[in-house]
């Protein structure tokens, strides 16, 4: 696959995911469609093919992560929100906080001036 055809099937990725992922909120939408246009344009006269693959790769990273790690807000009252969570999104594992839970202590290990079998000791 050509670089062309590449570079506008990641442009098409990013602009599905921003529509995807900022559904409902125009300002979101318009201040993410212009860092795309303004990206894309920094680049644009890009001859070099190792930097145009490594944007690429770039641009195709900014996908998954929109896709697996932007939550939206939405404002229901003054101070209450509703996170809104789509099945793209990936949430890490997390341990609820034991206060009770001892913690073990490292042991630390000799310094080696203690250790008496070295081979530099007589």
Do not use: W
Not at 96 to 106: A, C, F, N, V
Request: with cysteine; glycine share 4%; hydrophobic share 30%.
């Amino acid at each position: 696959m050509s670089h062309k055809t590449r570079v506008l099937a990641v442009l098409r990725a990013l602009h599905r995911v921003k529509r995807e992922v900022f559904e409902g909120d125009s300002h979101a939408l318009e201040v993410t469609r212009q860092k795309i246009r303004e990206e894309f344009r920094k680049n644009v006269s890009e001859t070099d093919s190792a930097k145009i693959e490594e944007a690429l790769v770039v641009g195709s990273d900014v996908v998954k992560l929109m896709r697996t790690s932007v939550v939206q807000l939405r404002q229901k009252k003054e101070d209450t929100f509703e996170l809104i969570l789509r099945e793209s999104t990936v949430l890490p594992k997390s341990t609820p906080y034991d206060p009770t839970k001892e913690i073990p202590l490292k042991l630390r290990g000799k310094k080696c001036s203690e250790n008496s079998d070295s081979p530099g000791q007589s």
